[in-house]
């Protein structure tokens, strides 16, 4: 069976002094620092100073969209716009063309926390730009190396950008049920091209990396998966609920049997490894509660949100961005203190989101506090990889 993802990294290589032309080499560069970056303004502002985020796209709304679209969807383009050359053997997009492509997004962030119309059509405009024209990068691509297993993976991109567009639009009619919808939408179709990445990258990443090794890939059980996925998607906008809840039940019940396979008790030594794990395993425990809420369970709608973004995107985030960071920039893949701490302060702020769900006299300390930590895992994270990816 055709092979969706393979992610190949360059020999390590000399020290470098700092350059603009490396940090434009190629896309998970100035997207992981970007989206590093963002998550910790964007949960500080929202938590510490929400009143800064006073535009149209403001208040609930602003915080979903930009830690979907503005954070998670982000890095998924900076890693997209990297292992694009690795199973092409086209760099998608580089130098100025790179440039051009973070500048949408930019105007994007700065628009949403500005008042009035204007600033939000500003900034609507520019954030499907930026969904739309990295999807033509990558297909052109695709299409150039003439890769037809990977046809699908730009319209996966094409999607988030019209989701984004519809809650955009949803947003600016002050349709609150029709805004959720999408939000949702977006969410599944983000957990969708997750699953993609991330059921081809572990077991590589796993058998890499332990001696002996061997782990299934699950090629047919991955391709149902995303059947399933595409299929939950459907079911939410057509308005079939238990048509998604049966959808997100097999991918998600699949997610579970997949990581069980990988042996996770084999990795437990390795930092780079079992961060991933942890994210998966989320992941899919989120698609099930996901499956639970669509099917009517009486379970708070941010109880499934926050597992799946948090859990899973975010968890997997912190991992990808620094193994494949690592790799591709020739250095050695093993974590120093810094790295395993910004895991472990994801993985707390996740706990204590969690915890803050539940209406209590602590809730408040308890969301202040997972910010806080969320905070600090990514200002370590960037402390720690903005030297190398200027090099």
């Given amino acids: 069976m055709a092979i969706l993802l393979s992610i190949d990294e360059p020999a390590t290589g000399p020290a470098h002094a700092p350059s603009f032309d490396a940090f434009l080499e190629m896309g998970f560069r100035p997207f992981y620092l970007a989206g590093a970056l963002w998550?910790?303004?964007?949960?500080?502002?929202?938590?510490?100073?929400?009143?800064?985020?006073?535009?149209?796209?403001?208040?609930?709304?602003?915080h979903?969209?930009?830690?979907?679209?503005?954070?998670?969807?982000?890095?998924?383009?900076?890693?997209?716009?990297?292992?694009?050359?690795?199973?092409?053997g086209i760099n998608p997009i580089e130098g100025r063309a790179?440039?051009?492509?973070?500048?949408?997004?930019?105007?994007?962030?700065?628009?949403?926390?500005?008042?009035?119309?204007?600033?939000?059509?500003?900034?609507?405009?520019?954030?499907?730009?930026?969904?739309?024209?990295?999807?033509?990068?990558?297909?052109?691509?695709?299409?150039?190396s003439r890769n037809t297993r990977n046809y699908a993976v730009p319209f996966m991109l094409l999607?988030?950008?019209?989701?984004?567009?519809?809650?955009?639009?949803?947003?600016?009619?002050?349709?609150?049920?029709?805004?959720?919808?999408?939000?949702?939408?977006?969410l599944l179709v983000m957990a969708l091209l997750t699953l993609l990445v991330a059921r081809r990258v572990i077991p590589f990443f796993a058998m890499r990396a332990v001696p002996g090794l061997r782990v299934p890939t699950h090629l047919r059980s991955g391709m149902a998966q995303l059947i399933a996925s595409a299929l939950a998607v459907f079911g939410l906008i057509a308005g079939w609920?238990?048509?998604?809840?049966?959808?997100?039940?097999?991918?998600?019940?699949?997610?579970?049997?997949?990581?069980?396979?990988?042996?996770?008790?084999?990795?437990?030594h390795k930092p780079l490894l079992w961060i991933l794990y942890v994210g998966y395993v989320s992941l899919g425990a989120g698609l099930l509660l996901a499956a639970a809420h669509a099917a009517g369970v009486g379970l708070p709608t941010a109880l499934h949100v926050h597992v799946i973004a948090m859990g899973g995107f975010s968890v997997l985030i912190i991992g990808m961005i620094t193994r494949t960071a690592l790799g591709h920039l020739g250095r050695p893949l093993e974590t120093d203190r810094s790295m395993v701490t910004a895991y472990a302060?994801?993985?707390?702020?996740?706990?204590?989101?969690?915890?803050?769900?539940?209406?209590?006299?602590?809730?408040?300390h308890l969301l202040h506090l997972a910010a806080t930590a969320w905070a600090l895992a990514f200002a370590l994270y960037l402390w720690r990889f903005f030297p190398m990816m200027i090099r």
């Fill in 241 to 268: 609920p238990l048509v998604q809840a049966a959808a997100l039940v097999a991918a998600g019940g699949i997610a579970l049997v997949q990581w069980a396979s990988w042996k996770p008790w084999r990795v437990l």
């Fill in 98 to 144: 790179l440039a051009v492509l973070c500048l949408p997004w930019m105007v994007a962030r700065a628009a949403f926390l500005l008042p009035g119309d204007a600033a939000f059509l500003v900034g609507a405009l520019a954030d499907v730009a930026f969904f739309a024209l990295a999807a033509a990068a990558l297909g052109r691509s695709v299409l150039l």
């Fill in 64 to 88: 979903a969209h930009e830690m979907l679209w503005g954070f998670v969807a982000t890095i998924a383009v900076g890693f997209l716009m990297t292992a694009g050359g690795a199973w092409t």
């Fill in 345 to 364: 302060l994801v993985i707390v702020a996740v706990v204590l989101r969690l915890a803050a769900l539940h209406p209590s006299a602590a809730s408040v």
């Fill in 39 to 62: 998550a910790l303004l964007a949960v500080a502002l929202w938590i510490f100073a929400p009143q800064w985020a006073g535009g149209t796209l403001g208040g609930l709304a602003w």
């Fill in 159 to 186: 999607a988030l950008g019209a989701t984004d567009a519809a809650f955009l639009i949803a947003t600016r009619a002050g349709d609150y049920a029709t805004l959720m919808q999408h939000f949702n939408a977006g």
